[in-house]
């Protein structure tokens, strides 16, 4: 699985190889990873992400999907 997610700027991806973060207004190709020098961001975003996938989980179905 993999799994993006982005807050301005900033740009974070977990896939089965990596998990890092990319700052795309200056790095639009995604070749440095700041995961390592931008600590605090990739914590929040990762921490942002991981709510918000249990957020949707506990949700019901919604739109022409949803079962009646």
Do not use: C
């Amino acid at each position: 699985e993999e799994y993006a997610a982005r807050i301005e700027n900033l740009k974070w991806i977990k896939t089965k190889e990596t998990t890092g973060i990319f700052n795309l207004s200056v790095d639009p190709g995604e070749t440095t990873d700041l995961s390592k020098t931008a600590v605090s961001e990739f914590e929040k975003m990762e921490e942002k992400f991981v709510n918000w996938q249990h957020e949707m989980s506990e949700t019901g179905p919604r739109g022409p999907f949803r079962d009646f």
